[in-house]
């Protein structure tokens, strides 16, 4: 049974860091493109961040572009976001994806709340 399961989320103030985890099992995670998208409040799902198969090539939002890292840990079976200069539109839930070929895999998410 596939699973991925997202922790790290919380609440942090503007200018703060934020490392969320996706720890995957159930499938060949090496295999998969892995990505983070994200779903603020009364908004519609954002694409935030991917990281292919290979770890070769990492795409990021503008929005998010210089403050977030995406990576991951083959080995481990996890994938990571790195979040800096955390900013309060950066509020939503943060939910990881795996996708291969027409295979797509989803968390239930972690909350991410930037506030002072």
């Known amino acids: 049974e596939v699973h991925l399961v997202e922790s790290g989320g919380g609440l942090v103030q503007p200018g703060g860091s934020l490392r969320l985890s996706c720890a995957a099992s159930?499938?060949?995670?090496?295999?998969?493109?892995m990505a983070w998208v994200r779903q603020a409040p009364g908004k519609g799902l954002e694409w935030v961040s991917g990281?292919?198969?290979?770890?070769?090539?990492?795409k990021y939002a503008d929005s998010v572009k210089g403050r977030f890292a995406i990576s991951r840990d083959n080995a481990k079976n996890t994938l990571f976001l790195q979040m800096n200069s955390l900013k309060p539109e950066d509020t939503a839930v943060y939910y990881c994806?795996?996708?291969?070929?027409?295979?797509?895999?989803w968390g239930e998410g972690t909350r991410v709340t930037v506030s002072s």
């Open positions: 990281l292919f198969d290979d770890g070769g090539g990492t």
């Open positions: 994806n795996a996708r291969r070929d027409r295979v797509d895999y």
């Open positions: 159930g499938f060949t995670f090496s295999r998969y493109a």
